[in-house]
């Protein structure tokens, strides 16, 4: 039995119950891996797979057919946090012989909203009292006692500062716990030069153990003319072009070799 996994959409990061931080990821990509997967082992006359799909509450999703169904299982996640926990989680009970990591997720999660004018007066007080020390004034601006309460309605009526910590990275969870999986990683990066693209994609690579990646840049992404390049051992090996060429090709450099 082939596990194959793939993530899908944008993470959501809640602010206070009625706002959200975001990002303009589809899941569209996601979605074409999977259906790539589903005709690649119909054409091949294959039953001994199933698909894991972990995407988000806003990703893209169509029906399957009933022939399709009982080869697919749907996980879904909200925020960075959630798809840490069930990636962790699935790739310490299930063998995945092969991951597309396609999802986008946010690098930052909201800690805390306070209001300018109070802060400036914590800030202000704390200085008179402690000092400049530098830590003092760190750990003020990590956790102000200023702050709105936890899922408290965040007033519109003063300009506020909103504090921000880095999320737990989640690709790297993935060949920790499973280092036989074939991994799939996406860079995406905004202005840059093709070699450029190529050097941050080689990166991603060796950090996380990525077999391959597939890098683009983000004026270069649409449904139809959305392009990139893909990386294997640090070389260029397509250049697909539309979303639906890009998952037919990553899928099909991917399980290469593995018909018996």
Same mark, same amino acid.
């Given at each position: 039995?082939?596990?194959?996994?793939?993530?899908?959409?944008?993470?959501?990061?809640?602010?206070?119950?009625?706002?959200?931080?975001?990002?303009?990821?589809?899941?569209?990509?996601?979605?074409?891996?999977?259906?790539?997967? %589903?005709?690649?082992?119909?054409?091949?006359?294959?039953?001994?797979?199933?698909?894991?799909?972990?995407?988000?509450?806003?990703?893209?999703?169509?029906?399957?057919?009933?022939?399709?169904?009982?080869?697919?299982?749907?996980?879904?996640?909200?925020? /960075?946090?959630?798809?840490?926990? /069930?990636?962790?989680?699935?790739?310490?009970?299930?063998?995945?012989?092969?991951?597309?990591?396609?999802?986008?997720?946010?690098?930052?999660?909201?800690?805390?909203?306070?209001?300018?004018?109070?802060?400036?007066?914590?800030?202000?007080?704390?200085?008179?009292?402690?000092?400049?020390?530098? %830590?003092?004034?760190?750990? %003020? %601006?990590?956790?102000?006692?200023?702050?709105?309460?936890?899922?408290?309605?965040?007033?519109?009526?003063?300009?506020?500062?909103?504090?921000?910590?880095?999320?737990?990275?989640?690709i790297p969870v993935i060949k920790q716990?499973?280092?036989?999986?074939?991994?799939?990683?996406?860079?995406?990066?905004?202005?840059?030069?093709?070699?450029?693209?190529?050097?941050?994609?080689?990166?991603?690579?060796?950090?996380?153990?990525?077999?391959?990646?597939? /890098?683009?840049?983000?004026?270069?992404?649409?449904?139809?003319?959305?392009?990139?390049?893909?990386?294997?051992?640090?070389?260029?090996?397509?250049?697909?072009?539309?979303?639906?060429?890009? /998952?037919?090709?990553?899928?099909?450099?991917?399980?290469?070799?593995?018909?018996?």
């Amino acid at each position: 039995m082939l596990n194959i996994a793939i993530t899908a959409g944008g993470t959501s990061e809640n602010i206070d119950g009625v706002r959200k931080l975001t990002n303009v990821s589809t899941g569209n990509l996601g979605w074409h891996c999977l259906e790539a997967v %589903l005709d690649y082992f119909e054409t091949k006359k294959r039953t001994d797979f199933r698909v894991i799909y972990v995407l988000t509450e806003t990703a893209y999703r169509k029906e399957l057919s009933e022939k399709q169904k009982p080869f697919v299982e749907f996980i879904s996640v909200t925020d /960075a946090e959630s798809v840490y926990d /069930a990636v962790d989680k699935l790739t310490k009970t299930v063998p995945i012989d092969y991951f597309i990591h396609s999802m986008a997720i946010s690098d930052f999660t909201f800690t805390y909203a306070v209001s300018v004018y109070e802060l400036a007066q914590e800030i202000c007080s704390s200085l008179v009292h402690l000092g400049t020390d530098e %830590l003092t004034v760190i750990e %003020l %601006l990590e956790n102000p006692m200023s702050r709105y309460n936890v899922n408290e309605k965040i007033s519109s009526d003063d300009n506020i500062v909103m504090g921000l910590k880095r999320t737990k990275k989640v690709i790297p969870v993935i060949k920790q716990n499973n280092p036989n999986t074939f991994l799939v990683g996406f860079k995406l990066l905004k202005d840059v030069s093709e070699d450029e693209l190529i050097n941050v994609a080689n990166h991603l690579a060796e950090k996380n153990e990525c077999d391959m990646v597939f /890098a683009n840049e983000v004026s270069r992404i649409a449904e139809r003319n959305h392009s990139g390049i893909l990386i294997k051992s640090g070389e260029i090996i397509a250049r697909p072009v539309g979303k639906k060429q890009i /998952a037919e090709t990553i899928v099909r450099e991917m399980i290469k070799g593995i018909e018996s």
